[in-house]
C-alpha cells in the first residue's frame, strides 16, 4: 500500500498501525474525550488477526472484528463516527478513477517535449501536443501551465530507462524538436 503521508510503499499491517498511533496520540489522558480503552481493545484485537484477514479487501478492520460466528464470543465497539472513518477509510492509496481503470499517482519520469512563457507558449504546446499525438499515439500528453511557463510532457514511466527509450524515439519521430526534448522527474499516474 502507498502511504498517504509520506509516499512510500507500506504493508497493510503497518498502515494500520501508524493510524492506531495517530488516534493513541489524539486520545491522550489529558484530553476531553479520551478513548484510550478503545484504543487499548483495538490494539490487542489487532495483534490477534492473522495477515490474510488484515489483507481482507471486502470489509474493513472493524467490520472484522464486530462479526458474529457461531459459538464464538461478540464484540461491541463503542466509539464516535469520527474514529470509525479514521480507521475504516480506505483511502490509503492516494489515486483516482479515469472511466473504469483505476489509477494511482506517485513519482516516476516523464519526457519535457516544450517549455516556454512566450505570449504564445500555449498555443505552441498544443500544435505540438498534436504532433506528438499524431506521431506516437499510444504516449500520453499533458500540457500544464506552471508559472510562468506553458509546458508539454510526455508519458508516465515509472523509471527512467524506459524514460529514456521513449525520449529516443520521440527525437527520431520529431527531429525538429529534439534539442529541446528531455527527461524530467514528475507526478506520474500508473494503473493500480
Not at 484530553?31 to 490474510?52: D, Q
Not at 472511466?99 to 519526457?111: L, S
Not at 530507462?161 to 521513449?166: C, D, F, K, V
Request: aromatic fraction near 10%; charged fraction near 20%.
Amino acid at each position: 500500500m502507498l502511504c498517504a503521508i509520506c509516499g512510500i510503499f507500506v504493508p497493510k499491517q503497518e498502515l494500520y498501525l501508524m493510524k492506531l498511533r495517530q488516534i493513541m496520540y489524539m486520545s491522550r489522558p489529558n484530553h476531553p474525550s479520551s478513548i484510550r480503552p478503545l484504543i487499548v481493545a483495538f490494539a490487542l484485537s489487532f495483534s490477534t488477526l492473522t495477515i490474510t484477514s488484515a489483507q481482507s479487501t471486502d470489509q474493513s478492520i472493524l467490520d472484522y472484528l464486530t462479526r458474529s460466528e457461531p459459538g464464538k464470543g461478540t464484540i461491541k465497539i463503542f466509539q464516535p463516527d469520527c474514529i470509525r472513518a479514521l480507521v475504516s477509510r480506505r483511502s490509503s492509496m492516494p489515486g483516482f478513477t479515469v472511466g473504469d481503470d483505476a489509477v494511482m499517482k506517485m513519482r516516476g519520469y516523464r519526457v519535457q517535449v516544450y517549455s516556454g512563457n512566450r505570449p504564445n507558449s500555449r498555443a505552441i504546446a498544443t500544435s505540438r501536443e498534436a504532433k506528438v499525438k499524431e506521431a506516437i499515439p499510444e504516449l500520453d500528453t499533458y500540457v500544464n501551465y506552471e508559472a510562468p511557463f506553458w509546458k508539454l510532457r510526455v508519458g508516465n514511466f515509472p523509471n527512467s530507462l524506459e524514460a529514456q527509450q521513449a525520449l529516443s524515439k520521440l527525437k527520431a519521430a520529431l527531429p525538429e524538436f529534439r534539442r529541446e526534448m528531455y527527461v524530467v522527474r514528475d507526478q506520474i499516474f500508473v494503473p493500480r
